[in-house]
């Protein structure tokens, strides 16, 4: 009886610690970088999905049209909520979309202006990025967070002053803390 139960507890101690090494090998594939979400664009490429012969090309754009995706809602709440979610994964352009809806909620709305400028960015359309951010710093140049926005997308386009003008500008406005000393790296970080 004695042997039993050694062995069962030695089973139990051996089945959790091969459950640990195996969660541990595997999370990182499963597990995505806050970092890499939020502040590079993502440069992976999807495979090629392989069709049957009897779907065509038009019925895969069918497919991938709004009416098939996510219903079209008029909630604020709601689309903000979408934005948010289509960036964190890397869709730009669905972020972006969902942005320009909210503005036709909110138009003076910064914390809009700031999403849709550093999404606008990660396309490629720096200028016009550039031009929502400054919209929004002319809407509330109180803002500290799209001063360190503007700072940092003028820093990715090598507009060492530009980017140095709105950094100092997120250092000295505001009280987020965590906003102030990102803004301070990236100053130190400038030419």
């Not at 089945?15 to 995505?32: C, E, K, P």
């Not at 012969?53 to 008029?74: C, E, G, H, K, Y």
């Not at 200028?127 to 360190?148: C, F, K, T, Y």
């Not at 990715?156 to 906003?179: K, M, V, W």
């Amino acid at each position: 009886m004695i042997h039993d139960t050694k062995f069962w507890m030695l089973f139990t101690v051996f089945q959790v610690l091969f459950g640990l090494a195996v969660f541990a090998i595997t999370r990182d594939h499963y597990v995505q970088s806050a970092d890499n979400v939020s502040t590079r664009p993502s440069t992976t490429v999807q495979p090629a999905l392989a069709w049957s012969d009897s779907i065509t090309q038009t019925d895969i754009a069918r497919l991938n049209s709004p009416v098939f995706s996510r219903s079209p809602t008029q909630d604020p709440a709601e689309i903000s909520r979408q934005a948010d979610d289509f960036f964190a994964s890397g869709q730009y352009q669905r972020a972006a979309d969902s942005y320009e809806r909210l503005l036709t909620f909110s138009p003076n709305d910064v914390r809009i202006h700031n999403n849709l400028g550093i999404t606008l960015h990660y396309l490629g359309r720096s200028s016009e990025a550039l031009q929502r951010l400054n919209d929004g710093v002319a809407m509330d140049p109180e803002n500290q967070r799209i001063w360190l926005t503007l700072g940092f997308v003028n820093s990715q386009l090598g507009n060492t002053d530009q980017a140095r003008t709105a950094l100092t500008s997120a250092t000295q406005i505001g009280t987020d803390e965590s906003i102030r000393q990102s803004a301070l790296k990236m100053l130190e970080e400038l030419p």
